[in-house]
């Protein structure tokens, strides 16, 4: 092949072919790199030919760029590169073959050449360069400063040490695209990252041998994984449980039974991270199949249902309460509540406490612990106001949320803490009319992230729990209001009526006699006649005493009353009836014990009930008074060993005129007003009366009445 020469400034078709540019661009070559791979080929070849140049260069449409340069003049070397007017190397591109110069200038074809005069080049030997698919990117070249002749074996040298060159070549590009496949990767790789991570559902991904290799950020989230996990010590660092709380044989697992073939749908499990922090998940799965069938391992999409799972609970929480509440009174609800309330947030205790009015104390009316979980110490019988979790949450009337109990425990006790091995706790008030009445309080055995709709969640069952109570309260006053006019139907059609036939009656047989019929002779009618008018007369003052104190128009004088001292002189103003009834009287009283009150009613209310004991008492019985004060409540309990009464009447003998079926029986006299007037003087001092079986389970009525000791308490 013939090679021509172009013109001065202009350049070789060869050299600016697009197909062989678009090539040499391709390799990204044309770099500030250096490739010791080429280094090595120049320096071999200045030693072993021997010359003192030695090229690796790469012919561009407008300069030629040295890949490697051994023997260039220092202006050149450093700049790797001269123009197009000072290679030799453009003509082994364009020629696509050796090109042989002995002394370039004593040959016209090359005399001209700036790469004389500026390179210090005479002889030159280029052969071509080659990239993996052919194209001619430049030559790997010697030059020598002084004509020469160079030999067959400096040729074959030179040829050698070209293809050598172009293997490297070959290898550096190899590398080049290795590299941009893996920056490829690796942004591909970036980018799949950020996508799984702006996903609000986690993703988990194992290869086929179950290795975990891949976990987004919302799954780590899920679990509280530090962010610098590898995927395979996240996966380790939290348990999976099935949403009973069993744990997962490891064939069970979502991933498992994708690699397997299935293909998981809407799987619930139960995710628990390094802090106990437990997440509701529902999972799905599959297998990832390659293009050639291949299973290249399993992927899984987890939503995180938590918060859907716990409205749920919620929700039947609250539907249960409102079952509960319809269904019973509020005592008789309290545990169905506490265990729904409990169930709805999965913590591992809770309680319901009401306020006691007499000693402004809080009293626990149902617990609930769950299955499982030991607590070393029981629930104290009281609680006093501004004391622990329940006290101070009553107290304030605000909720009270300790997400983490293994720090300050305030307003719990570290023991308290220690003995229920609890981590986190929540206190709401249960509300009244005017006034926080009791606390609904929870624990759970890990520590709880605060969640306001926790908190407000709970709240809203309290105020479920309040307004049991108050319809409780305004049924109660709806049933009292029922049993007030049924009280005056009897009223009228007995107490009243039953007395005043009597005494129309007799006033009629009276006003029959003549004129000669002497008193003696009509003794029986007069007796009978005053003892009717004296039994409608009590019925009149009990009726007309009632109604003054519950409107409240009959004032009581109220100051410090000793108790103890009416109840002895209650006590010994019956011992000579008791006698005679041989029923003995047993009295236990301190010397002193002070209530505030009225005198008068007080020991109105003592003789009632100690007047009811002997009279519905058989001969031979005991009555028992005793009077205790224990936590600023006086308790007066007597107890004897009379008919009893039916559990069933227990509350009904509070009503006015109503008399048991068995007093009815034993034809005792009586209005049926005395326990109603007793109730009514109790609840104006601010106690309870009620009626039980003695605690021996002998026959008999037990009657408690409790009383606030000393002066009440101010809210």
């Known amino acids: 092949m013939m090679i021509v020469v172009a013109e001065t400034g202009s350049i070789p078709a060869g050299v600016i072919d697009p197909r062989r540019v678009a090539a040499l661009r391709a390799t990204g070559l044309i770099c500030d790199q250096v490739f010791p791979g080429l280094d090595r080929l120049t320096g071999i070849a200045t030693r072993m030919l021997p010359a003192p140049i030695a090229l690796v260069s790469l012919v561009d449409t407008d300069r030629q760029w040295f890949a490697s340069h051994l023997g260039l003049p220092e202006r050149w070397a450093t700049a790797r590169q001269t123009p197009l007017t000072h290679s030799f190397c453009q003509y082994v591109v364009d020629a696509q073959q050796p090109v042989i110069i002995a002394d370039a200038r004593a040959d016209p074809l090359w005399c001209t050449n700036l790469a004389i005069p500026e390179l210090g080049v005479i002889a030159y030997a280029g052969y071509p360069l080659r990239a993996p698919g052919g194209e001619v990117l430049g030559s790997f070249c010697a030059a020598d400063t002084r004509p020469r002749r160079w ?32 920056h490829d990767a690796d942004r591909q790789r970036a980018f799949l990252d950020a996508l799984l991570d702006s996903l609000d559902a986690g993703v988990v991904a194992c290869d086929p041998s179950g290795r975990i290799v891949l976990m987004n950020r919302a799954l780590r989230q899920m679990t509280d994984v530090a962010p610098g996990s590898s995927p395979e010590e996240s996966v380790a660092r939290f348990i999976v449980l099935h ?3 069993s744990a997962f044989a490891p064939d069970e697992l979502p991933l498992a039974r994708a690699l397997a073939g299935e293909r998981v749908r809407d799987d619930d499990h139960l995710l628990i991270g390094p802090d106990q922090r437990r997440a509701t998940v529902r999972a799905h799965a599959q297998a990832i199949i390659g293009p050639r069938g291949d299973v290249l391992g399993a992927v899984a999409a987890v939503h995180d249902v938590t918060e859907r799972r716990r409205a749920d609970r919620f929700r039947d929480a609250a539907l249960a309460v409102h079952d509960a509440c319809a269904t019973a009174a509020p005592v008789e609800a309290a545990p169905a509540i506490v265990r729904a309330v409990a169930g709805a947030l999965e913590w591992a205790h809770a309680e319901l406490w009401l306020a006691d009015q007499l000693d402004d104390l809080l009293r626990p009316v149902a617990t609930w612990t769950e299955p499982g979980h030991r607590v070393d110490d029981s629930v104290p019988p009281v609680i006093e106001r501004g004391h622990g979790l329940a006290g101070a949450v009553w107290h304030t009337g605000r909720p009270v949320c300790i997400p983490d109990l293994t720090g300050n425990p305030a307003p719990l ?81 007995h107490s009243l009526r039953t007395p005043l036939t009597s005494i129309t009656a007799i006033t009629d047989l009276l006003a029959d006699t003549d004129g000669v019929t002497t008193l003696a002779q009509v003794a029986d009618l007069h007796e009978a006649l005053r003892r009717n008018t004296t039994k409608l007369q009590v019925v009149v003052d009990d009726l007309l005493d009632l109604a003054a104190l519950d409107s409240g128009y009959l004032p009581m004088a109220t100051g410090p009353v000793d108790l103890a001292a009416l109840v002895r002189d209650s006590v010994a103003a019956v011992r000579t009836t008791a ?22 009613r007080l020991r109105q209310l003592i003789d009632a009930v100690v007047d009811n004991a002997l009279r519905y008492s058989r001969s031979g019985g005991r009555v028992t008074t005793a009077l205790t004060a224990s936590g600023g409540v006086a308790e007066l309990v007597v107890t004897d060993t009379r008919i009893g009464i039916d559990p069933g009447e227990r509350d009904e003998v509070f009503r006015r005129f109503f008399r048991s079926r068995q007093v009815q029986h034993s034809s005792i006299p009586g209005t049926g007003l005395g326990l ?9 001092h601010h106690g309870t009366i009620t009626l039980t079986t003695p605690p021996d389970g002998h026959p008999g009525t037990t009657v408690t009445i409790r009383l606030p000791a000393g002066r009440r308490r101010k809210r």
Not at 154 to 171: K, N, Q
Not at 676 to 684: D, M
Request: glycine content about 6%; hydrophobic content about 45%; aromatic content about 2%.
């Open 676 to 684: 109603a007037l007793c109730r009514t003087i109790t609840e104006l």
């Open 413 to 493: 006790s570290p023991e308290t803490v220690a003995a229920g091995r609890w981590g986190a706790a929540l206190g709401v008030p249960v509300h009244g009319s005017e006034h926080p009445i009791g606390a609904l309080v929870m624990f759970a055995a890990h520590p709880q992230p605060t969640d306001p709709t926790i908190i407000t969640m709970v709240a809203g069952i309290a105020n479920q729990i309040s307004e049991l109570l108050q319809r409780h309260r305004a049924d109660d006053l709806d049933r009292q209001l029922a049993r007030s006019k049924d009280e005056y139907l009897a009223l009228v059609g």
């Open 579 to 600: 006698a005679a009834q041989r029923i003995a009287l047993h009295t236990a009283t301190p010397d002193h014990l002070v209530v505030d009150g009225s005198a008068a």
């Open 243 to 245: 949403p009973s709380g």
């Open 151 to 182: 030999d067959a074996r400096d040729l074959r040298f030179l040829a050698d040490m070209a293809a050598v060159a172009a293997d490297e070549v070959a290898t550096v590009l190899r590398a080049g695209q290795l590299a941009e496949k893996q």
